[in-house]
């Protein structure tokens, strides 16, 4: 990924613990290293095609003076965030803010902080065999449109699929789709749970009838496994239902435990499998 970098920006703003730093303000400097692709603007010599780095200083500039943070951690986050959001060529932001002029009263050169953020890929699998299950899953895609920090990627077709689990219920419409987003694996999975309740979503018993189901099946590359989060999601593999919707978006996407692609864990499940989806 190719980079612009700007380097100690300087901007009297007013962020700090102390009322004192606050109301009198001191100096701050940012350096930002912005991941983006610049070799359309370069071959065409042409700044619409890029990320204009007077722009960043300017937005830079102007959003550490009009907000007033406690911390510098908070303010390195939220100016990283703003960067994102702004400017849709960056993919991802390396940023540093250093605060020279810190209330230590010892001698010192700078303290500082430095954060990574950017847009992650993930894919989620929805599904619905209550109420009309359309609209539920139509919902669910359409709240993380409306999610700034969400892009919406590809949807895959709807199919028609048995129950899995054993429980005995009606028949379920499942999907998958793939996002962009600037949230961690855990925090998507609180605005994922918040959809969920949104369309009245009641978890009383396991593998059993619901409105909405929203699962993350995978996180760019991401393998964690905590109470509360599995990723990639333990049972895709046996899943038809889940693998099937998925192939139809992201076919060559590897599971980075198996070391798979989504089309080879179909196949398996295909040929060895159970089989639980009806029709698209």
């Known amino acids: 990924m190719d980079q612009i970098i700007?380097?100690?920006?300087?901007?009297?703003?007013?962020?700090?613990?102390?009322?004192?730093?606050?109301?009198?303000?001191?100096?701050?400097?940012?350096?930002?290293?912005?991941?983006?692709?610049?070799?359309d603007a370069g071959l065409a010599d042409d700044l619409e095609l890029s990320t204009n780095y007077g722009e960043v200083c300017r937005f830079l500039y102007s959003f550490l003076r009009e907000h007033t943070y406690k911390l510098i951690e908070t303010a390195a986050e939220k100016c990283a965030e703003a960067l994102l959001l702004q400017f849709p060529r960056v993919r991802q932001v390396a940023l540093e803010?250093?605060?020279?002029?810190?209330?230590?009263?010892?001698?010192?050169?700078?303290?500082?902080?430095?954060?990574?953020?950017?847009?992650?890929?993930?894919?989620?699998a929805c599904g619905s065999n209550m109420g009309d299950r359309e609209a539920h899953l139509d919902a669910g895609?359409?709240?993380?449109?409306?999610?700034?920090?969400?892009?919406?990627?590809?949807?895959?077709?709807?199919?028609?699929?048995?129950?899995?689990?054993?429980?005995?219920?009606?028949?379920?419409?499942?999907?998958?789709?793939?996002?962009?987003?600037?949230?961690?694996?855990?925090?998507?999975?609180?605005?994922?749970?918040?959809?969920?309740?949104?369309?009245?979503?009641?978890?009383?018993?396991?593998?059993?009838?619901?409105?909405?189901?929203?699962?993350?099946?995978?996180?760019?590359?991401?393998?964690?496994?905590?109470?509360?989060?599995?990723?990639?999601?333990?049972?895709?593999?046996?899943?038809d239902f889940v693998l099937k919707p998925l192939a139809q978006i992201a076919p060559y996407e590897i599971h980075p435990v198996l070391g798979k692609a989504i089309v080879e864990l179909l196949e398996e499940v295909e040929t060895d499998g159970e089989k639980h989806v009806l029709s698209n």
């Open 6 to 39: 700007v380097e100690d920006l300087q901007v009297y703003a007013y962020h700090g613990v102390y009322q004192k730093e606050n109301e009198e303000g001191q100096n701050f400097y940012v350096s930002v290293t912005l991941d983006t692709d610049t070799r």
């Open 97 to 124: 803010l250093k605060k020279p002029e810190a209330p230590i009263t010892i001698p010192f050169g700078s303290v500082s902080v430095r954060i990574v953020r950017g847009w992650r890929r993930a894919y989620i």
């Open 141 to 239: 895609v359409c709240a993380l449109r409306e999610d700034p920090k969400c892009r919406v990627l590809r949807v895959s077709g709807w199919m028609e699929t048995t129950p899995y689990g054993g429980v005995e219920q009606g028949d379920f419409l499942n999907g998958a789709f793939s996002v962009e987003t600037l949230y961690t694996p855990e925090e998507l999975l609180e605005v994922l749970q918040g959809i969920e309740r949104s369309e009245n979503r009641e978890r009383k018993e396991r593998w059993g009838p619901r409105t909405l189901d929203l699962d993350i099946l995978l996180y760019e590359g991401t393998v964690m496994d905590t109470e509360r989060l599995i990723i990639p999601h333990r049972d895709m593999k046996n899943r």
